[in-house]
């Protein structure tokens, strides 16, 4: 056997073979080859797009896990969900053909696997499927010639079997090494794809195989789950809302300041669209536009079913009740006793908005309002107490938005070193307050056209807090900037000090 250069570039493996070899082998080196280019700009790509986001943490990746996990995909694919698909992964269907891909991929993946030399590698794919659903003859046979990829039904709606299920196939793939990567999965969820590298080596035997390893790169295995392109392009008006919501969350916290000024503005924009846009279910005519319309929405570009269902992913996407942040967002509305709501308005408000109607006695104002704060209290975990006074007996229905959110400081702040500090309300008033002091590296920013500084802390998980402190005096020029670009500039700007 020829000697086998194996290079793993940012844990990914890119190129192998050298040497003599035979003829055929020659050409199937040929493809092999003809797919390497498209990987390494691939891995390259989405190493910057990581390292950008993910500023001062440490990256630990396989670009070949994904890149071959999507080609997998595309086996599936038909079209311009196919072609963006390739794109994707840096393959131009001008210059090398979809056949030319997954033959490439098909002998990168012989070559590499090895499972039982002296230098172990083994790798390879599981399509885990809901089984209620039946795959192509051809894709299974394809799955399986081309990508190494077993196809195991799968009951997601049982998710605890299903995670159990997933967690012993990669830990007897990865021998023993990789345990309980899934942690929860969610009903909804048809099908996981999971991508298994494991890699064992003596290098003081092994002198046939030489190991390149780039910016901290072993790694034993990567999976993903893998997104349909139905489920792909429901995403879409998802973008939209989220566009959209920015828009209002900046609109009206600058009509707030502007009305209320000089005073403390804790609000909720997300709380707010997502109340109003639930209302709009029972609304009609000239009611249903301008409620949509105050919101952002204008129903020419997206539709009303658009709009309910981006607001369904919306806060599907958001809820962690159990997670290492948990997040727990939805809505109430209490409706006088004597009225009827339409089964239709029910079922839409439980489905899309995670919204209960709750029958009440509003002509009892102490009794509505303990029903009303009893229920906020339990959704918040008891931290919101008594958050209704009073109610008018006249009243016909009250709309609750409730949002729960706890996580952990990335870098905690401990309570002996919180001391007392002045913190200045305006030019003149101080006040005495608690203040939480940390000595660490954070994500900073400072703004020498508009004068404040920004720092992001980190939760521990994928969430972060921003601080905005204007310059003496400089509150309202800040406050007037506030708005979408100025996010998107702090993602840029932001650098660890």
Same mark, same amino acid.
């Given at each position: 056997?020829?000697?086998?250069?194996?290079?793993?570039?940012?844990?990914?493996?890119?190129?192998?073979?050298?040497?003599?070899?035979?003829?055929?082998?020659?050409?199937?080196?040929?493809?092999?080859?003809?797919?390497? *280019?498209?990987?390494?700009?691939?891995?390259?790509?989405?190493?910057?797009?990581?390292?950008?986001?993910?500023?001062?943490?440490?990256?630990?990746?396989? &670009?070949?896990?994904?890149?071959?996990?999507?080609?997998?995909?595309?086996?599936?694919?038909?079209?311009?969900?196919?072609?963006?698909?390739?794109?994707?992964?840096?393959?131009?269907?001008?210059?090398?053909?979809?056949?030319?891909?997954?033959?490439?991929?098909?002998?990168?993946?012989?070559?590499?696997?090895?499972? #039982?030399?002296?230098?172990?590698?083994?790798?390879?794919?599981?399509?885990?499927?809901?089984? #209620?659903?039946?795959?192509?003859?051809?894709?299974?046979?394809?799955?399986?010639?081309?990508?190494?990829?077993?196809?195991?039904?799968?009951?997601?709606?049982?998710?605890?079997?299903?995670?159990?299920?997933?967690?012993?196939?990669?830990?007897?793939?990865?021998?023993?090494?990789?345990?309980?990567?899934?942690?929860?999965?969610?009903? #909804?969820?048809?099908?996981?794809?999971?991508?298994?590298?494991?890699?064992?080596?003596?290098?003081?035997?092994?002198?046939?195989?030489?190991?390149?390893?780039?910016?901290?790169?072993?790694?034993?295995?990567?999976?993903?789950?893998?997104?349909?392109?139905?489920?792909?392009?429901?995403?879409?008006?998802?973008?939209?809302?989220?566009?959209?919501?920015?828009?209002?969350?900046?609109?009206?916290?600058?009509?707030?300041?502007?009305?209320?000024?000089?005073?403390?503005?804790?609000?909720? *924009?997300?709380?707010?669209?997502?109340?109003?846009?639930?209302?709009?279910?029972?609304?009609?005519?000239?009611?249903?536009?301008?409620?949509?319309?105050?919101?952002?929405?204008?129903?020419?570009?997206?539709?009303?079913?658009?709009?309910?269902?981006?607001?369904?992913?919306?806060?599907?996407?958001?809820?962690?009740?159990?997670?290492?942040?948990?997040?727990?967002?939805?809505?109430?509305?209490?409706?006088?006793? #004597?009225?009827?709501?339409?089964?239709?308005?029910?079922?839409?408000?439980?489905?899309?908005?995670?919204?209960?109607?709750?029958?009440?006695?509003?002509?009892?104002?102490?009794?509505?309002?303990?029903?009303?704060?009893?229920?906020?209290?339990?959704?918040?975990?008891?931290?919101?107490?008594?958050?209704?006074?009073?109610?008018?007996?006249?009243?016909?229905?009250?709309?609750?938005?409730?949002?729960?959110?706890?996580?952990?400081?990335?870098? &905690?702040?401990?309570?002996?070193?919180?001391?007392?500090?002045?913190?200045?309300?305006?030019?003149?008033?101080?006040?005495?307050?608690?203040?939480?002091?940390?000595?660490?590296?954070?994500?900073?920013?400072?703004?020498?056209?508009?004068?404040?500084?920004?720092?992001?802390? &980190?939760?521990?998980?994928?969430?972060?807090?921003?601080?905005?402190?204007?310059? &003496?005096?400089?509150?309202?020029?800040?406050?007037?900037?506030?708005?979408?670009?100025?996010?998107?500039?702090?993602?840029?700007?932001?650098?660890?000090?």
């Amino acid at each position: 056997m020829s000697p086998v250069n194996l290079c793993l570039f940012f844990a990914g493996l890119f190129s192998v073979a050298n040497g003599k070899s035979h003829p055929a082998k020659q050409q199937s080196s040929a493809l092999f080859l003809k797919i390497a *280019p498209g990987n390494a700009d691939f891995a390259f790509r989405f190493y910057h797009q990581i390292a950008l986001e993910e500023i001062g943490k440490n990256i630990f990746f396989s &670009p070949l896990s994904i890149s071959t996990a999507f080609a997998l995909v595309s086996l599936g694919a038909k079209s311009t969900t196919l072609s963006q698909l390739l794109l994707g992964l840096g393959f131009r269907q001008a210059e090398i053909n979809d056949h030319e891909i997954h033959e490439g991929f098909r002998h990168l993946l012989q070559e590499l696997n090895r499972p #039982q030399a002296e230098a172990e590698v083994s790798l390879g794919n599981a399509l885990f499927m809901h089984d #209620q659903y039946k795959l192509l003859k051809k894709f299974l046979n394809d799955a399986k010639r081309l990508y190494h990829t077993g196809v195991l039904p799968t009951n997601f709606k049982n998710t605890q079997e299903a995670v159990k299920k997933i967690n012993d196939y990669i830990e007897k793939k990865t021998h023993g090494k990789l345990v309980d990567v899934v942690k929860e999965l969610d009903p #909804q969820v048809v099908v996981v794809l999971v991508n298994y590298i494991f890699f064992k080596d003596f290098f003081h035997r092994n002198k046939m195989f030489n190991l390149w390893v780039l910016f901290a790169g072993l790694f034993t295995v990567a999976s993903c789950a893998i997104v349909r392109s139905a489920q792909q392009q429901s995403n879409l008006p998802f973008l939209k809302v989220a566009s959209v919501n920015s828009v209002f969350a900046f609109k009206l916290y600058h009509w707030i300041a502007s009305e209320e000024t000089g005073k403390n503005i804790f609000l909720s *924009p997300f709380s707010i669209s997502t109340a109003f846009a639930f209302l709009s279910l029972g609304a009609k005519s000239s009611t249903l536009s301008q409620l949509l319309s105050g919101l952002g929405f204008n129903l020419k570009e997206t539709s009303e079913e658009e709009i309910h269902k981006a607001f369904q992913h919306l806060i599907q996407a958001l809820n962690h009740p159990k997670g290492e942040i948990e997040v727990s967002l939805g809505n109430a509305l209490f409706v006088q006793d #004597q009225f009827k709501i339409l089964q239709k308005f029910l079922t839409d408000a439980k489905n899309i908005y995670h919204a209960n109607v709750v029958s009440t006695n509003f002509k009892k104002p102490q009794e509505a309002t303990k029903q009303i704060n009893s229920y906020i209290e339990k959704q918040t975990h008891g931290k919101l107490v008594d958050a209704i006074k009073d109610l008018d007996s006249s009243v016909l229905a009250v709309l609750v938005n409730y949002m729960f959110f706890r996580a952990r400081w990335e870098r &905690p702040f401990y309570s002996n070193v919180t001391k007392k500090m002045d913190l200045f309300l305006d030019g003149k008033t101080k006040v005495q307050v608690p203040t939480m002091i940390n000595d660490n590296y954070y994500q900073y920013y400072y703004d020498k056209k508009l004068f404040y500084q920004v720092v992001c802390l &980190p939760y521990k998980g994928k969430v972060s807090a921003y601080f905005v402190l204007p310059d &003496p005096g400089k509150l309202k020029q800040v406050e007037a900037a506030l708005g979408k670009d100025t996010l998107s500039n702090w993602g840029k700007s932001l650098s660890e000090k």
